[in-house]
């Protein structure tokens, strides 16, 4: 089984900061992309960036030059740095992993953490 695990959310001001964190656990032999999406409440659930094992990354233009995602490799761990918050950006945020996992025969999946809230508001 493979688990992530979020943390970081919460209620900020406009123009604040917060870091989320998400840790993957498990049977993993690779992780191939780690992200981070978002759904607000009433909408569809959107890219927010993601970022390759070899640091490769992509972002929402929603977000650039105020996102950075980044990785840890070793930890399984991917971060999310979200400076100058607005309100639009409130939402449950939600960790993703692509990669081969399995305890002996590796095969390729897509997992799903359990959604940590940003709130963003005065």
């Known amino acids: 089984q493979v688990q992530l695990v979020e943390s970081g959310g919460g209620l900020v001001q406009p123009g604040g900061s917060l870091r989320l964190s998400c840790a993957a656990s498990?049977?993993?032999?690779?992780?191939?992309?780690m992200g981070w999406y978002r759904q607000a409440a009433g909408k569809q659930r959107e890219l927010v960036a993601t970022i390759t094992s070899g640091g490769t990354t992509n972002y929402a233009d929603s977000v650039k030059g105020r996102f950075t995602i980044s990785r840890d490799n070793a930890k399984n761990t991917v971060y999310l740095q979200m400076n100058s918050l607005k309100p639009e950006d409130a939402a449950v945020y939600y960790c993703?992993?692509?990669?081969?996992?399995?305890?002996?025969?590796?095969?390729?999946?897509?997992?799903w953490g359990q959604g940590t809230q940003v709130t963003v508001s005065s």
């Open positions: 498990g049977s993993i032999f690779s992780i191939y992309a």
């Open positions: 993703d992993a692509r990669g081969l996992f399995g305890t002996i025969v590796a095969k390729e999946g897509d997992y």
